[in-house]
């Protein structure tokens, strides 16, 4: 059987494709960095606020309860 050779429309179709295929594989990648970008701020805001809640606990006791919304601080009833 002799070489055949797809149309030009057919592959122009097939690099379009191709190019869309590895554009959206890419896209996957970038959002994959962002994701681990996230992940490590979250961690270290993690730290942050337990390093905070730290020194909270030592002003205002373990038992402390503080109110996000209004900064009030109760202490917890069992």
Same mark, same amino acid.
């Given at each position: ?7 030009? %429309? +057919? =592959?122009?179709?097939i690099?379009e ?7 959206? !594989?890419?896209?996957?990648?970038? #959002? ?6 996230i992940i490590?701020?979250? %961690? +270290? =805001?993690?730290?942050k606020?337990?390093a ?6 030592? !002003?205002?006791?373990?038992?402390? #309860? ?11 009833? +069992?």
């Amino acid at each position: 059987m002799a070489n055949a050779q797809v149309t030009q %429309e +057919e =592959l122009v179709m097939i690099q379009e494709l191709n190019s869309e295929f590895n554009k959206a !594989k890419m896209a996957i990648g970038d #959002v994959e960095l962002q994701k681990q970008q996230i992940i490590r701020h979250i %961690e +270290e =805001l993690k730290v942050k606020f337990s390093a905070h809640e730290q020194i909270l606990v030592e !002003k205002y006791g373990v038992d402390s #309860v503080i109110n996000i919304q209004t900064g009030e601080v109760t202490q917890k009833t +069992e």
